[in-house]
């Protein structure tokens, strides 16, 4: 079982940027890993940006060319770099984690996850101003 720890999040302008780290207590290196937002409780969980373990990215459309993950298996950490933050972006963000090999889904949806995550973050929190 693996445990993750989110950090990074804060309170920036709309136009800033941020990096968000997700680090993993034990080798992530074979884990399917995303990142998850919501923006309140009584809000539905919004996927955002996903990485398989061969290096392969899936992003939803409304943070493509302004967010990247990204992923530095030595360190068991999964990264996302945001920029050009817009108040929409305010969440609640989430690291989502699971072994790649037999949770795939069988179709990824475009800016969907690509697996069934079972290994989740407590969360940091964004907050963007206008």
């Known amino acids: 079982q693996v445990q993750l720890v989110e950090s990074g999040g804060g309170s920036v302008q709309a136009g800033g940027s941020l990096r968000l780290s997700c680090v993993a207590s034990?080798?992530?290196?074979?884990?399917?890993l995303g990142w998850f937002r919501q923006a309140r409780l009584s809000h539905k969980r919004e996927a955002v940006a996903?990485?398989?373990?061969?290096?392969?990215?899936n992003y939803t459309d409304s943070v493509k060319g302004r967010f990247t993950i990204s992923r530095d298996n030595a360190k068991n950490t999964l990264y996302l770099q945001m920029n050009n933050l817009k108040p929409e972006d305010k969440a609640m963000y989430s690291c989502?984690?699971?072994?790649?090999?037999?949770?795939?889904?069988?179709?990824?949806?475009?800016?969907?996850?690509?697996?069934?995550?079972?290994?989740w973050g407590q969360g940091t929190q964004v907050t963007v101003s206008s």
């Open positions: 989502a984690a699971e072994i790649s090999f037999g949770s795939k889904f069988d179709t990824v949806v475009p800016g969907g996850p690509m697996c069934g995550y079972n290994y």
């Open positions: 034990g080798s992530v290196s074979n884990y399917c």
């Open positions: 996903f990485i398989d373990s061969d290096g392969t990215t």
